[in-house]
C-alpha cells in the first residue's frame, strides 16, 4: 500500500480525530534500541495503541492508533532525530483505525 491509497478524509481528521497512522523508518534502526525507544515515546505522549517491529529488509515499522494530534506527534519523533541509530527517511500512510490493540508492543 502507498501514501495514494490514503483516503482524504483519514488525511484531513481533526486533532482529535481517530486515526492509524503507520510508518516505515528507514536507516540504521536495528539493533540499537530503536523499538524500545519508540514504544517508550509512544507511552510519554499518552493516547497511542499499537506497536513496533523489526522487519526483514532492516526497516522498523510502527503502527499507532489514537488521535490524530498523538499520532501525528510520534511521527515527528520518528523524524526528528532524537532517536537512537540513524534515521535516514520515514514513509508513512494514514487510515481510519482497525482497534484491536491493548497498550503500545514492542513485536
Known amino acids: 500500500m502507498t501514501a495514494s491509497n490514503t483516503k482524504a478524509d483519514d488525511k484531513n481528521a481533526g486533532p482529535g480525530a481517530a486515526v492509524r497512522m503507520t510508518a516505515w523508518v528507514r536507516g540504521r534502526v536495528q539493533g540499537v534500541g530503536f523499538r ?33 494530534m498523538e499520532c501525528e506527534r510520534l511521527l515527528e519523533w520518528l523524524r526528528a532525530g532524537d532517536t537512537p541509530g540513524s534515521v535516514s527517511g520515514v514513509t508513512e500512510i494514514w487510515h481510519q483505525p482497525r482497534g484491536g490493540y491493548d497498550g503500545f508492543a514492542i513485536r
Open 36 to 68: 524500545w525507544f519508540t514504544r517508550a515515546e509512544a507511552l510519554r505522549i499518552g493516547g497511542v495503541e499499537g506497536f513496533v517491529i523489526n522487519l526483514r529488509d532492516g526497516r522498523v515499522q510502527v503502527v499507532a492508533e489514537g488521535g490524530r
